[in-house]
Nanobody, 116 residues
Framework: QVQLVESGGGLVQPGESLRLSCTAS????????VGWDRQVSGKGRELIAT????????TYADSVKGRFTISRDNTKKTVYLQMNSLKTEDTAVYYC?????????WGQGTQVTVSS
C-alpha cells in the first residue's frame, strides 16, 4: 500500500538542529516531486520546501530559506529535511508529501518542538 512515513522529530532547544526523514513505498517515488509542509497547532499548513523528481530544483519558503535543506535519495526512496538554527517559531507538525501530475500522497507527520 502507499505509505509516506516521517521520522526524526523531537524536542530541541533554539539554535539546535534536527534531520527529518521520510520513507516512501507503494508508488513511483523516483518520478514524483516531493516536499515538506508544516502545521502549527490551530493554523493552516505552510509549504516549507519542494524538490523535483531528479533532485535538480528546490524551492523554500522565506521563513526557512538559508536554514533548512531538502534532499532525496531515490535509491532509498527517502526524502530528508535538514533543519538548522531552529527557532521557537518552527514548532509544528511536519509532513512529507509527494506528487505527480494527477496524484498526491502525504504522511501522518512528525512533531518538532523547539523550546528553551
Amino acid at each position: 500500500q502507499v505509505q509516506l512515513v516521517e521520522s526524526g522529530g523531537g524536542l530541541v532547544q533554539p539554535g539546535e538542529s534536527l534531520r527529518l526523514s521520510c520513507t516512501a513505498s507503494g508508488f513511483a517515488f523516483s518520478s514524483s516531486a516531493v516536499g515538506w509542509d508544516r502545521q502549527v497547532s490551530g493554523k493552516g499548513r505552510e509549504l516549507i520546501a519542494t524538490l523535483s523528481s531528479d533532485g535538480s530544483h528546490t524551492t523554500y519558503a522565506d521563513s526557512v530559506k538559508g536554514r533548512f535543506t531538502i534532499s532525496r535519495d531515490n535509491t532509498k526512496k527517502t526524502v530528508y529535511l535538514q533543519m538548522n538554527s531552529l527557532k521557537t517559531e518552527d514548532t509544528a507538525v511536519y509532513y512529507c508529501n509527494a506528487w505527480q501530475s494527477t496524484t498526491s500522497y502525504w504522511g501522518q507527520g512528525t512533531q518538532v518542538t523547539v523550546s528553551s
